[in-house]
């Protein structure tokens, strides 16, 4: 259990969000069709975990001391929206890696491209991190990923996670607001994702490297620990032959497709959304590899460098808690004001 008082600023802070969302224009979300399993979906692996509602709609995966479990999207796709509502599980989940990504993994092994939503449990009363990365044509010793803090407690609802990936844009959607994106540089190469890939869904075993560098490790005494998806988008051109062949006939349709895409609210950066999701990255952020200059001196073409947030990267390294400021005031504590949520940095997490 929360501290109550932690429990009332979630709270809170899940009014706050809930507002930043809406002014985000978020309602694009309500009219998107959503799938069953059967429609668009496959068993991937650990298909004795995975439990299906009765309507097929919502997919429960769960890792246990024997397996993990993931489905799949059943046909690829070139350039779409992908979207999912995942509600994490709850209490010490340290160790423990759900993800939701398009990848071309499975069929080219060493020039394959990805794009990742993966969230790494912790430990009992720590908060789940949240990690986006994207690949492109095998770039795997140029990781480019970000860690964020999630400005709610994934565990007690469902949130919807989207990735909006055309030939030209990559935004990382939470709740309908954006809160990172990709734009295609010439620079960048084959380093943005340019090939059909499928939709993947996953629960798994991350002990070497999810928590802390490795340091906790998945206790399987406190399991089993199970995600849960609903509300399953898939908005894409579908590629009808063999992805290695990429016929004419496929690539024809589907440029004729991204008109259509590229049109969609959500495709679509107003000034609005790109204020929200800069607040969005100046709260949550843990970690971007376009500040890390140990790693990449010189960072990555289509990162947007700002100064002012460089610094307070510096400074708070990962080491950044989002948490309620709460002022007890001595002899009587008001029921009534919420208290305001503060960004806290400098603060260790434990
Ligand atoms: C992708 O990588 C392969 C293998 O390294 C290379 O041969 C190919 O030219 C690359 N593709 C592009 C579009 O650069």
Avoid at 9 to 20: E, H, Q
Avoid at 142 to 156: C, H, I, N, S, W
Avoid at 195 to 209: E, H, N, Q
């Amino acid at each position: 259990m929360l501290h109550p008082q932690r429990s009332m600023a979630a709270a809170w802070l899940a009014v706050v969000w809930a507002c930043m969302s809406m002014a985000a224009a978020a309602g694009f979300l309500d009219e998107l069709p959503t799938m069953a399993f059967e429609e668009g979906f496959s068993p991937l692996f650990g298909e004795d975990n995975m439990v299906k509602s009765a309507d097929g709609r919502t997919v429960s995966i769960t890792l246990n001391r024997y397996t993990g479990s993931g489905f799949i999207s059943s046909d690829y796709y070139h350039h779409g929206f992908f979207s999912a509502s995942i509600k994490l599980p709850k209490d010490h989940t340290a160790g423990v890696v759900v993800a939701f990504y398009l990848s071309n993994g499975d069929v080219f092994e060493k020039t394959h491209d990805e794009l990742d939503f993966e969230f790494l449990g912790n430990r009992y009363r720590h908060e789940w991190k949240m990690q986006t990365n994207v690949y492109g044509n095998g770039s795997t010793d140029r990781g480019r990923e970000e860690r964020y803090l999630m400005p709610f407690d994934p565990t007690a609802d469902a949130h919807r996670f989207s990735i909006l990936w055309s030939s030209r844009l990559i935004v990382f959607y939470v709740d309908g607001v954006p809160i990172r994106e990709v734009p295609r540089t010439p620079a960048m190469g084959a380093d943005y994702p340019s090939k059909p890939m499928a939709m993947y869904v996953t629960i798994w075993d991350g002990s070497t490297w999810a928590t802390d560098n490795g340091k906790y490790k998945v206790n399987y005494k406190r399991g089993p620990f199970t995600a849960v998806f609903s509300d399953l988008v898939l908005r894409g051109c579908r590629v009808s032959s063999d992805i290695r062949l990429a016929s004419v006939d496929d690539q024809d349709r589907c440029a004729a497709a991204e008109a259509e895409l590229m049109d969609a609210e959500y495709a679509t950066m107003t000034p609005g959304k790109r204020m929200a999701m800069r607040r969005f990255r100046q709260r949550q952020m843990l970690y971007t590899v376009c500040y890390d200059t140990n790693r990449y001196p010189e960072p990555f073409p289509e990162c947007d460098v700002n100064m002012a947030e460089r610094q307070m990267y510096w400074q708070w390294g990962e080491s950044k808690v989002v948490r309620p400021r709460v002022r007890p005031r001595p002899g009587h504590r008001s029921k009534r004001r919420p208290p305001t949520p503060m960004l806290v940095s400098l603060q260790q997490a434990d």
